[in-house]
């Protein structure tokens, strides 16, 4: 029992070294503060998707100490003293900031403007003395072809059209020369970041999409519905109409197109953006094996609002997820948070979110993870090794099945850490990995389409890397889990190794068949009252709208939480009628019968272990006989008494051999079998004194009177034995007085 506390208090403190439950959930409370995600729950359509994308990425870029929340072009950075407030205070008036949509003023101007004259058209500061640029400097040139082609104008140039070329995105990356957005560019701190826990990117945005087909049944008669020339009060339903009312989809097969949606281009669309008369949106992507269509939400604003623009999220949308990766420094703890909306058949939005917490093990948390589980495997073998032996050396002496389970659980106590430290070892640092991730867009070559899809595809590979790290410390945690739940329920067999602390297995197995017959009962009658509300009430209260749905409600009107459900304020007339012959019924036979059947199966078990109990003499407190054992340790090697193992033998075959007796010679002889003590005295070679201590040991736990008291008689006649009742009051008191022990020892017999 020591060595298996040892295994699995190791095994704890390993597995809490590894995924740390603590820091983790102060972690997650954090984080569904700050990007709001108690809001998930409570979305139900796709404007209210959109509306929680643009908070969730404003939430990220507020967490991401690389954003523009932070930093300034050092040109248009102002830190001057606020005479209100009465401090220091910082403004950043940047057009390339404008442009983005990142903040509304100021506008670019041809430094004709009385604000801040001259300074948009200068170029880019000097560089600081930061970290080094990963690419060489762009040359500072304008790309007049590129934007004629973007913009659709054959002959505009972008120095002719500056006012409005550096006012949009477009200027930044193809007319640098004339809006002044030439790099290299120095910024300066706005403010402190005052976080713990920092998003490294922007948000990426995608969706798993289903295949669209061919319309049946009645869709196939409303996509081909006629019309009628004389409703002219009911547009679009008095002339013909081009294009189908309906998208039909297949919720079997998966959409595997190059594109999420494909428009059509219109008049002067730029060449390079229509293929075949169609505009791609939302380019595929690979992650984890599926197939994913990715937005990142470089320009959050503006990206969100052309998606809700165009209708990205629609019919044949699956799931929608919106994610982001955040480092919590000092912990070393990486966080993959993913929020993630589905869509059921009727359209119904149904929103989760998904957090996993992997804990990067360095410096002394590694050696003490790696120290406990090599105790744990170390302990955990010696105990498999010592049980398999001494059940094959002591086979009659346990029962068997008992003893099996517990050589399985040190067995999985053994092979799973080992397991675990193991792949531990195979697995590549988070850090490591969330650097490849900062690196898929440091390396870039470009801010073009091409480009950004590249990198989103490398962004989507390391992804599926976190995402398989992730999974494994998620597959660990539920292994772990199983490995505690085997030992707990070791711990639980463990206890009937005293009968005052078997209380809980005695009564489960006393009432055991008591509460299967129950069960049976239960179970037949919380299910069929389950359907019952499913199939009259589901279509009109939420609550019972799925069996399931009805089965969860009902475990909690179980436990009191309600008997008025959501949703019965609108029924009226039979509906009404029928949801309380229902609530009634619940409440009468389950919950105030049945589950009160339940609670008088457990107590009445338990009041006959407890009466059990109370009839053992030979066993006393728990507590007590802990303190016990080192006593009757203490007292056989100071009068130095035989061996328990010796000494039970012995006994028990004194025993046989009295059974053996004829019974009416056992009746003479008395009612107990007799055993002189100078027996024993003779056989083990103790001493009085000692033997003495011993017998009234025996005797002050034993369930009968065990020792007798020796009658002296006449010479010649033979002593009798007889019961202690039968002891004299001065020959009595002399028995519990151990001083005179020695004394009376030649009075008592066995």
């Not at 299910?527 to 749905?549: D, E, K, P, V, Y």
């Amino acid at each position: 029992m020591p060595l298996f506390l040892l295994c699995l208090l190791c095994f704890l403190v390993a597995i809490s070294v590894l995924s740390p439950a603590a820091e983790t959930s102060a972690i997650h409370q954090h984080l569904e503060s700050h990007f709001q995600l108690d809001q998930v729950a409570s979305i139900t359509d796709e404007h209210g998707i959109y509306e929680f994308l643009k908070s969730f990425e404003a939430q990220n870029v507020a967490m991401r100490p690389t954003s523009s929340n932070y930093w300034c072009e050092h040109r248009y950075f102002q830190y001057a003293w606020d005479d209100h407030y009465q401090i220091p205070t910082t403004t950043c008036n940047s057009p390339r900031y404008t442009a983005l949509g990142l903040q509304s003023a100021p506008v670019w101007t041809n430094g004709s403007g009385t604000s801040t004259s001259g300074g948009h058209r200068r170029l880019g500061g000097e560089t600081g003395n930061g970290s080094s640029p990963t690419h060489d400097y762009p040359p500072c040139e304008d790309n007049d072809t590129a934007y004629q082609i973007e913009e659709d104008k054959p002959n505009i140039t972008c120095h002719e059209d500056a006012a409005h070329a550096c006012s949009i995105d477009l200027g930044i990356t193809l007319c640098p020369r004339t809006c002044g957005y030439c790099a290299p560019f120095e910024y300066e701190k706005m403010k402190r970041y005052g976080k713990p826990q920092v998003t490294l990117l922007p948000s990426v945005i995608y969706q798993t999409r289903l295949q669209e087909t061919e319309c049946h049944g009645f869709a196939a008669t409303v996509q081909q519905q006629n019309y009628n020339p004389l409703l002219s009060l009911m547009p679009a339903m008095d002339g013909k109409r081009k294009g189908n009312l309906l998208t039909c989809i297949d919720r079997s097969a998966q959409q595997d197109s190059e594109y999420a949606l494909y428009l059509d281009c219109p008049e002067h669309t730029p060449s390079h953006r229509c293929t075949d008369g169609k505009v791609g949106i939302g380019a595929k992507q690979s992650f984890h094996g599926d197939i994913v269509y990715a937005e990142m939400l470089i320009e959050s604003e503006k990206t969100l609002t052309a998606m809700e623009k165009v209708g990205y999220i629609d019919i044949q949308t699956d799931t929608i997820s919106a994610s982001t990766m955040v480092y919590t420094e000092l912990l070393e703890m990486f966080t993959a948070l993913t929020v993630e909306f589905s869509f059921d058949y009727a359209g119904n939005v149904e929103g989760s979110v998904q957090m996993v917490t992997y804990k990067d093990l360095i410096r002394d948390d590694a050696s003490a993870f790696v120290r406990c589980l090599t105790t744990t495997c170390v302990g955990a073998f010696i105990s498999v090794v010592s049980l398999v032996a001494f059940l094959c050396c002591h086979p009659d002496k346990y029962n068997l099945g008992l003893m099996l389970y517990e050589i399985i659980s040190r067995l999985v106590l053994f092979i799973y850490p080992l397991i675990l430290l193991i792949s531990w070892t195979q697995q590549q640092p988070m850090a490591h990995e969330y650097d490849l991730l900062v690196q898929t867009f440091l390396n870039n070559e470009g801010m073009d389409a091409e480009h950004v899809k590249h990198s989103l595809a490398e962004y989507f590979k390391v992804k599926s890397v976190i995402y398989e790290e992730s999974s494994w410390l998620e597959r660990h945690r539920i292994a772990a889990y199983v490995v505690l739940y085997v030992q707990f329920l070791q711990m639980v067999l463990a206890f009937n190794v005293h009968p005052r602390v078997a209380m809980l297995t005695s009564t489960i197995q006393k009432a055991l068949f008591n509460m299967m017959h129950f069960f049976f009962v239960f179970a037949i009658l919380f299910l069929m009252l389950a359907f019952m509300a499913n199939f009259l009430l589901g279509g009109r209260i939420h609550l019972f709208g799925t069996f399931g749905g009805a089965c969860s409600a009902q475990v909690r009107m179980l436990f009191g939480e309600f008997i008025y459900a959501d949703g019965v304020e609108v029924l009226s007339g039979s509906a009404l009628v029928m949801y309380w012959l229902y609530a009634i019924s619940f409440m009468l036979i389950v919950f105030f019968t049945l589950l009160n059947f339940f609670l008088a199966i457990i107590v009445d078990a338990f009041v006959d272990v407890k009466n059990d109990c109370g009839t053992l003499r030979c066993t006393q407190s728990f507590f007590r006989d802990l303190c016990t054992m080192v006593a009757s340790s203490y007292f056989q090697r100071k009068y130095k008494l035989p061996p328990r193992k010796r000494l039970v033998q012995y006994l028990t075959e004194v025993m046989d051999d009295f059974n053996r007796r004829p019974k009416g010679e056992q009746t003479e002889e008395g009612k107990f079998p007799l055993l002189p003590a100078e027996a024993i005295v003779s056989e083990f070679g103790v001493d009085k004194t000692g033997l003495t201590h011993w017998l009234c040991w025996i005797e002050t736990m034993a369930t009968v009177p065990v020792v007798h008291y020796h009658c002296e008689g006449n010479e010649g006649t033979q002593s009798q034995p007889v019961d202690k009742e039968d002891i004299p009051e001065e020959a009595r008191s002399k028995l519990n007085t151990q001083s005179e022990e020695s004394e009376i020892l030649e009075q008592r017999v066995m």
